[in-house]
């Protein structure tokens, strides 16, 4: 962004160039007609001169040692930002010299970009489009640009970031400036990136800077030195702003997820964020604009700062757009080589992206959910020690249903009506998830295999979606689920439908969501399956987006490593004799099964 590049002004009428004194025989004619270059042309004073001033004030910057290209880009949005006092949008274009258009094309269009390869540590085989995103990321890196990859959700924004910083890593024996990366990410997506670090690079050195993963509920403060041999360290933003180590190391990169919680710049977590030391930054979001162009400029104010000038000259060019409705193709011209979208519904761009993508989503232990569940296993395994037979399966069977619901929520295990979202880890993903899904307007079935949990949930997507949804369960009439059908099948938008799996998982037609979530799992593919199928089926007109809830460290991810590992008999096994095959574990197994992963 610092680099200087030549810049020559002109004076153009119409393809052909003109000297500054045509320009002042013009002004010395009288408002009219003037005869010049073998052509009528009109004279308007006052524009004539704007342009003359705006001339001989870029003369002046030329004159100099050159602009930045931040200046330089700066001046193709706004003629105003600080560069050219006098110059009005209208009397002003700005052409880029060969190498510079020879750059912009290759980073908005990444397959023209050198290919680049992980190593043998990294185990994720990335999609053609993936590939990609990874050469873009490799590309700005290159010319030490800072970037935002906002790829819809589910189109592994992740997994190409990881790539990315797989590649850094191989620099780290002969890049002596090579320094560790800080990723700050909401805490809900702690277990989410966690997981996906084991199951796509294994090897990464990384460190997570959260105290519920540190005895006693404390994160040590890192030295240089520690730092130096890490690929990467993990933190939330609320804790970016209380560790003042992180403020005293350059990171090779910092990056969002979720950036825009950074969308409001006036904000204590805004300015704490942006002013930890880096070489370069990424931003990840799904939705780059929420609201307002405002907060456009906040996120870029991160990650290439400067680029749109300060948010008074921006605030100041955006209230200009309704006079010059251009000043939006200018804006999205400057910033394509720097902000990277693909969508879910663009086949040109992804062509083997099946119609229905299914992922599972992780979610944390609160420390109120962890205390309950360690208390239920050691009540559990004192029991088992001294049953058997069918009484020693209906403690087992009990036991399943008692840990999913610590894991749904702990009110929902003690029957407490309160359902606090900082005390479930899943409470926080769903809001993370639905946050998305509203703003983009779209529409979302949300299952749940416990009658008791479908108004709670229901209650807090109200919040989240600012509107009520709707609810189908084993005691809503036969009649009255009709008309909750056809209402949310109707025009009218109405964001969520909370069902019942077993009133809700079959026999129903809800092809208007596109997003499913499984908030609790019924560990029985063939039965998730049919739930799905009520937005996955003919008539369907978009993608389907399929999240399986799993809660880490716990049954739930114990239990999805066993239908795994058997994925080829789960079918027959777990649909034939749904949870009962548990039952059949030695003592030692169950103990194992139920205890959490520390």
Not at 233 to 239: G, H
Request: glycine content about 6%; overall charge neutral.
């Amino acid at each position: 962004m610092a680099a200087l590049l030549d810049f020559t002004p002109r004076l153009m009428l119409g393809e052909e160039e003109i000297s500054v004194a045509e320009v002042r025989r013009l002004l010395a004619e009288v408002e009219g007609l003037a005869f010049i270059k073998n052509k009528w042309v009109a004279v308007d004073r006052k524009r004539l001169e704007q342009t003359l001033a705006a001339y001989e004030e870029a003369q002046q910057l030329a004159d100099q040692e050159g602009l930045t290209l931040s200046e330089a880009m700066r001046l193709q949005l706004q003629p105003s930002a600080g560069l050219l006092k006098t110059a009005d949008a209208a009397v002003l274009e700005v052409e880029n010299g060969q190498w510079l258009q020879s750059v912009f094309a290759k980073l908005t269009n990444p397959g023209l970009l050198p290919e680049v390869n992980t190593d043998d540590h990294f185990k994720a085989r990335l999609r053609p489009y993936q590939q990609d995103g990874l050469r873009w990321l490799c590309g700005l890196h290159g010319l030490g640009f800072g970037c935002c990859l906002a790829d819809d959700m589910g189109l592994g924004k992740t997994v190409q970031v990881l790539a990315f910083l797989n590649i850094l890593a191989g620099s780290r024996p002969t890049d002596k400036r090579y320094a560790a990366s800080l990723l700050i990410i909401p805490a809900s997506l702690l277990a989410n990136w966690d997981q996906e670090i084991k199951r796509f690079w294994p090897d990464m050195k990384v460190f997570l800077a959260h105290p519920s993963l540190h005895k006693p509920h404390k994160v040590p403060a890192l030295s240089e030195d520690a730092l130096g041999g890490l690929d990467l360290v993990i933190t939330t933003y609320a804790l970016a702003q209380r560790y003042d180590w992180l403020m005293e190391y350059q990171w090779q990169y910092v990056i969002l997820d979720e950036a825009q919680a950074i969308k409001n710049p006036g904000t204590k977590q805004t300015r704490a964020v942006k002013k930890i030391p880096a070489i370069n930054r990424i931003a990840m979001t799904g939705t780059p604009v929420e609201n307002r162009l405002s907060d456009l400029w906040s996120l870029f104010d991160f990650v290439n700062p400067g680029l749109l000038g300060t948010g008074k000259e921006f605030a100041t060019f955006t209230k200009g757009l309704a006079d010059h409705p251009d000043g939006y193709g200018r804006l999205r011209r400057m910033l394509s080589p720097f902000i990277l979208r693909r969508l879910k519904s663009d086949k040109s761009i992804i062509n083997d992206l099946p119609d229905k993508v299914e992922m599972k989503t992780w979610a944390g232990l609160s420390r109120k959910q962890a205390v309950v569940y360690q208390q239920l296993v050691d009540n559990i395994t004192q029991m088992l020690a001294t049953t058997e037979g069918i009484q020693r399966k209906g403690v087992i069977l009990a036991a399943l249903t008692k840990f999913k619901q610590i894991c749904n929520h702990p009110d929902q295990y003690t029957g407490v009506d309160g359902y606090n979202e900082k005390e479930s880890g899943k409470f926080a993903r769903l809001r993370e998830i639905c946050t998305t899904i509203y703003e983009k307007r779209e529409r979302v079935l949300v299952f749940t295999q416990f009658k008791e949990m479908t108004q709670p949930l229901a209650l807090f997507l109200e919040k989240v979606f600012e509107q009520p949804g709707l609810i189908i369960h084993g005691s809503v009439p036969v009649g009255k689920r009709k008309k909750i059908i056809e209402q949310f099948q109707s025009g009218e938008y109405t964001p969520f439908l909370v069902l019942s799996l077993k009133a809700g998982g079959v026999g129903l037609n809800l092809t208007r969501a596109n997003h499913v979530i499984h908030f609790d799992r019924w560990w029985n593919p063939a039965v998730e399956n049919q739930a799905t199928d009520r937005a996955y089926r003919i008539g369907q007109q978009k993608k389907v987006m399929v999240h399986k809830f799993i809660t880490k460290g716990t049954i739930e991810e114990k239990i999805d490593e066993m239908l795994m590992q058997k994925a080829k008999l789960s079918d027959e096994l777990v649909a034939a004799s749904g949870e009962a095959w548990l039952t059949e574990m030695q003592n030692d197994e169950l103990a194992d099964l139920f205890s959490l992963i520390k």
